[in-house]
C-alpha cells in the first residue's frame, strides 16, 4: 500500500511538469507571433516628421479642371515645365503654390474685379507711339550727332612755362634761369611782376653779377603767384613804353657809361631818378649798364 500512493504521487507530478511545459511552450509561441505580427503591419509605413508636410501622388488632381480657378501653369502641367517633370504633375512630396485667378467682370470687360489695376505704360508701345498718344522722337544710331567738349585751359604754371621757361619752387622763392643778354633787373621784371623788389634780389644773389649773368645761370627770386606773372606780362605788351616828344636819340660814344651820360646832364641827386627814366624809355636795351659803342638810345630830357 505504501509503495503503490508513491508512484502514485510521482507520477502526477510528472504529469504537471509536462502540462506546465506546454503551457510555456505555447505562450513563448504566442508573443513570438505578436511581435513578428506587430513587425509586419507597422514595418511597412515609412516613417514621416511630424513637422514636415508631404502631398501624395495619388492625393493631388490629375488635370487643372479638378480646381476652379487653378490655370494648367500653377500645377506645372505639359512637358517640359519648369515647375515640374514630363507628364504636368509635380513630384511626390513638393509643394506647388496655387493662386486662383482674378474673376473676371460679366459685362465682357478685361478689367479685373476686386483688383488694383495695373499702371499704364509709360515708354513707347507697340505702333511707335507711347502711352498718352504722342510719337516720341527717335534719333537713329547712325545718325546720332557727336557733342564737341570743350578742352580744359591749361593750368597757369604750365603757361608759364612755356612763355617764360622753366622754374621750380623752393620754399618761398622761385629758382629762375636767365637767358643770353638779360641782367638781374630783366629777371627781376619777368620772374617778379616789376623791378620794385630788385633790391631783395641782390641780397638773395650776392655771388651774381647783376651785369654779367650768363645763359642759363640760376637765379633765386621771390615767390610770385604764376597768375600774377601772367597778367603784369600782358600789362606790359599791351601798353609799351614809347619815349615821350621832349626824348632825343643819342648815340652812345667810345668809352661812355650811363651814369657819365647822366652826369652831363642833371646834376648829382637827380641822376638816380634819370637812370630810372632812361630805363622806361628804352626797353629794349638789356643792360643800361653795359652800353656799346655807337648803340642808339633815347635820352630822357
Not at 508701345?125 to 498718344?133: N, P
Request: charged share 20%; net charge neutral.
Amino acid at each position: 500500500m505504501h509503495r503503490g500512493s508513491g508512484g502514485e504521487t510521482i507520477q502526477s507530478w510528472e504529469g504537471r511538469m509536462k502540462r506546465n511545459e506546454t503551457i510555456l511552450v505555447y505562450a513563448v509561441t504566442g508573443l513570438l507571433l505578436l511581435i513578428l505580427a506587430i513587425a509586419v503591419i507597422f514595418g511597412e509605413q515609412p516613417a514621416t516628421k511630424p513637422s514636415e508636410q508631404t502631398v501624395a501622388q495619388s492625393d493631388l488632381p490629375t488635370s487643372s479642371t479638378q480646381l476652379p480657378g487653378v490655370t494648367p501653369a500653377l500645377l506645372g502641367e505639359g512637358a517640359g515645365t519648369p515647375d515640374g517633370p514630363a507628364g504636368g504633375r509635380p513630384e511626390a512630396g513638393r509643394t506647388t503654390p496655387v493662386t486662383p485667378e482674378t474673376e473676371k467682370p460679366r459685362d465682357g470687360s478685361n478689367a479685373p474685379v476686386g483688383g488694383t489695376p495695373s499702371p499704364a505704360p509709360s515708354g513707347p508701345i507697340a505702333g511707335g507711339s507711347s502711352a498718352d498718344g504722342t510719337t516720341p522722337s527717335v534719333t537713329p544710331v547712325g545718325l546720332a550727332k557727336s557733342v564737341e567738349v570743350p578742352a580744359a585751359a591749361p593750368a597757369p604754371e604750365q603757361v608759364l612755362e612755356t612763355r617764360f621757361g622753366t622754374s621750380r619752387r623752393m620754399g618761398d622763392f622761385r629758382v629762375v634761369r636767365a637767358w643770353s643778354g638779360a641782367s638781374l633787373r630783366d629777371v627781376v621784371q619777368r620772374w617778379c611782376g616789376d623791378t620794385s623788389r630788385l633790391g631783395d634780389v641782390e641780397l638773395l644773389n650776392e655771388s651774381v653779377d647783376p651785369k654779367r649773368l650768363t645763359a642759363n645761370q640760376e637765379v633765386i627770386v621771390p615767390w610770385v603767384e604764376a597768375s600774377s606773372l601772367l597778367a603784369a606780362a600782358e600789362v606790359r605788351h599791351a601798353v609799351p613804353a614809347v619815349a615821350p616828344a621832349a626824348a632825343g636819340t643819342y648815340s652812345v660814344g667810345k668809352g661812355e657809361s650811363l651814369w657819365k651820360i647822366a652826369s652831363r646832364r642833371v646834376p648829382a641827386k637827380k641822376i638816380p631818378a634819370w637812370i630810372a627814366r632812361f630805363r622806361e624809355i628804352n626797353p629794349e636795351v638789356s643792360d643800361p649798364n653795359a652800353l656799346r659803342e655807337g648803340q642808339k638810345v633815347r635820352l630822357p630830357k
